[in-house]
Structures are given as structure tokens and as C-alpha cells.
């Protein structure tokens, strides 16, 4: 059996007559950047998410930057968020010449682990940025009092979770800003690059639109210096038609995860994703930790299962982040995380069969 890590076919054969549908509409109507089909799409993401303001973007990276922009981060300034994480999390804070500070993460959860962040505000941190990593949300009340408490701003990096719930609130609500990824592999993926950004405060949302159309307003009048980071219509209808659909692919992939707990239930090695009480994860990644995480990643290759390492190697080890002067041994749990977590295919489409067949390899690989 073949069982891909993600199988975006499947998916799009669901969708294809209403996509293609929007598709032309877009064409027809010859209006590419921006404009009413973008607002049509922002307007339901600001609903689906809970949030007064919705802004599209080209990406989940240019999100991120246009945060730090907007919230007036300046070079030098510190940024705190995880080791841990996509590379654009970290990479957005030295694009604008600030500074990422490394928090070490909760071995449990994966997430930026709030109790070590105090240790690392100095007088020059001016925000601090969590990520709701795999879908779970980190631990924001604890991040939110933190940030009260030495006036920080928080903008959450929700790429990999729209939709997700913290203690009844949603992800992207929380923070100052929001940010997400309409990456392909995200929970909901664009036919190709896309993102958005979030926030409650008018005059933030008002930057964040300016700043998306390298900082005009009115036309040809530039107070401030933005970028080009427009959502395409295509993006949007496309988005718009699975945004439709989202909640039931959320639900498709918790019922797979909880398949996969219940079938690793006695076998101790396998240790399944630890969940915090009172939220709603979507499972953009199922992650397990296993002992000889290598040869076991192998033994899941060799039986034609799409399995990946996220991530092999933490943000303080990047060579491009050597300047910042961490070492080797600085961060343990995210290095321990990146030697011994493994991804397991979790797309809603996902058959029984082929669960079992994941589950019956991955139990015989460990014990192995
Ligand atoms: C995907 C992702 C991003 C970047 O989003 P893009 O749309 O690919 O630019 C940022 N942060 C995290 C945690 C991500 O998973």
C-alpha cells in the first residue's frame, strides 16, 4: 500500500467543478489583484475566524513581516519566539533587521514553552511571537500576561492554525495581530502562495492595508513604506471555496488522530501528541516521538509511507543565525524534538486502510 504524507488529489477531486467554476469567474471578469472577490474572501475569513479585521496577503512569511512593520518593530529591536518552527517565523524578525531571541519549548506540546520567556526580555524586547504549532495553540494566557506585564506585543503566528480554538477563544484572535499561511499543506492551502493577517484595532488594520500596497494611500501618496503584498483574486476564490469545507477536513483529520492514539494506546514507545485541555487542535501535523527516530523514518519509507521530519534542524543551528551567537546545547528540548519526532500522513482523506496500515507499520518499526 502507498500511503503519500499528503494527498492534495483527493481533496481537489471533491472540490474541482466549484473551483474551476470560481476559477473562470475570475478570468471572465479579468480583475487579478485585489478587488471584490479579495473583500469577499477576507470578509468570510474575518467571520470564520472571529475577528473584527482581515486583511489578504501574498503569503504566511509577508504576513509575518507586515506584523512586525505595522507594530513598528525597528532594527535591533528583540523579538522572542521558538527555536522551533518554520524558518519564516525567525526569518520575518531578521528580514526587518530586528533580532530573534530563541525561547526554548515545552517538550510536551512542542510550543514555546511561557515560563522560560521572562528570563529572556531585556530592555530592548518589543514583541514576542508564538507559534500554534501541528494546529495546537500555544499557552496564551500565559504569554498574554507576560506581554501585559512588561508591554510587549504578541502576534501569533497561526500558519498552521486556522481555526484552532484555545479556551474558547480562536487562533489569530488572541494577539495584536494574527498571522496565516494559505500554503498548499496548510489546513487551508491555496493553488499556490497566499496568506492573512488579523487584528481587532482599526488603526492597526488601516496600517496593515496600506502597508500591503507598499504603503499608498490615496494613490500615489506614500507616508509610509509598505510592499507589494496583495492577495491574488484566483487565491481567493479558490481559498473561499475550501474555506467552505474547512471544519469538516478539521474534523476528518481529528478522527484520524484519534485512530492513530487509540491504535498506539499500549505500545510505550510511541509517544502520541499531548493535548492541552480545553482546546481545539486541526492536526495540520500528526507527530509522534519514537526511539531510533532514523531508522525508524526509514523503516516507514521503505513500506511506501510518506513520513517527514518537522523540524531537523532548530532555528538556533541555522548557519544564517550564527551571527545571533547560540550554540549547540542552548535550546535541548527543541534539539531532542528534532532528533526524535516523525509526521504521520493526517489528511482528511485519509482511508481506513490506509490508517491501519500506518499505524500496524509504524507499531512494528518501533518495536523492531
Ligand atoms: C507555513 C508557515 C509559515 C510561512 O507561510 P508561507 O505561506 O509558506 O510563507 C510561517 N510560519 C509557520 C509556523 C508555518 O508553518
New binding site residues.
Given amino acids: 500500500m502507498n500511503v503519500p504524507l499528503l494527498d492534495l488529489k483527493a481533496q481537489y477531486a471533491t472540490i474541482k467543478g466549484e473551483v474551476m467554476a470560481a476559477v473562470n469567474e475570475v478570468f471572465d471578469s479579468q480583475y487579478f489583484i485585489l478587488g471584490p472577490k479579495v473583500g469577499e474572501f477576507e470578509c468570510a475569513c474575518a467571520v470564520y475566524i472571529g475577528v473584527l479585521y482581515a486583511v489578504g496577503v501574498t ?3 509577508d504576513a ?1 513581516i507586515m506584523a512586525l512593520m505595522a507594530l513598528g518593530i525597528k532594527p535591533k529591536d528583540e523579538v522572542i519566539t521558538t527555536p522551533y ?2 524558518f ?2 525567525a526569518g520575518a524578525i531578521a528580514r526587518i533587521g530586528a533580532v530573534p531571541v530563541f525561547v526554548d519549548i515545552d517538550p510536551k506540546t512542542y510550543n514555546i514553552d511561557a515560563s522560560r520567556i521572562e528570563k529572556a526580555i531585556t530592555k530592548k524586547t518589543k514583541a514576542i511571537i508564538p ?1 500554534h ?1 501541528y494546529g495546537q495553540c500555544a499557552d496564551m494566557d500565559a504569554i498574554l500576561a507576560i506581554a501585559r506585564k512588561h508591554k510587549l506585543h504578541v502576534i501569533e ?1 497561526a ?2 492554525a486556522i481555526g484552532a480554538k484555545y479556551k474558547g477563544r480562536q487562533a489569530g484572535t488572541m494577539g495584536d495581530i494574527g498571522c496565516f ?3 498548499p499543506s ?1 489546513n487551508l492551502g491555496g493553488a499556490g ?1 497566499g ?1 492573512l493577517v488579523t487584528c481587532t484595532s482599526k488603526e492597526l488594520f488601516d496600517t496593515l492595508v496600506k502597508l500591503r500596497n507598499h504603503g499608498m494611500h490615496p494613490k500615489y501618496y506614500h507616508a509610509i513604506v509598505g510592499g507589494n503584498f496583495r492577495l491574488d483574486a484566483l487565491q481567493a476564490v479558490v481559498l473561499n471555496v475550501k474555506l467552505k469545507h474547512l471544519d469538516s477536513w478539521h474534523e476528518a483529520r481529528r478522527a484520524n488522530a484519534a485512530f492513530y492514539n487509540n491504535a498506539f494506546k499500549s505500545t510505550t514507545e510511541i509517544t502520541t501528541p499531548f493535548m492541552i485541555s480545553d482546546c481545539y487542535s486541526i492536526y495540520n501535523q500528526y507527530v509522534v516521538r519514537v526511539p531510533n527516530r532514523d531508522k525508524v523514518l526509514e523503516k516507514m519509507k521503505a513500506a511506501n509511507i510518506g513520513v517527514e521530519v518537522y523540524y531537523p534542524v532548530s532555528l538556533h543551528m541555522q548557519e544564517c543565525f550564527k551571527y545571533l551567537g547560540y550554540h549547540e546545547g542552548d535550546f535541548p528540548e527543541s534539539e531532542r524534538a528534532a532528533r526524535e519526532t516523525l509526521a504521520l500522513p493526517i489528511y482528511p482523506e485519509l482511508t481506513v486502510e490506509q490508517k491501519r496500515y500506518v499505524a500496524d507499520t509504524l507499531i512494528a518499526a518501533v518495536k523492531g
Fill in positions: 503569503s504566511g512569511s509575518l518552527t518554520f519564516a517565523t507559534v504549532l503566528d500558519a498552521q499561511s494559505f500554503f496548510k502562495d496568506g
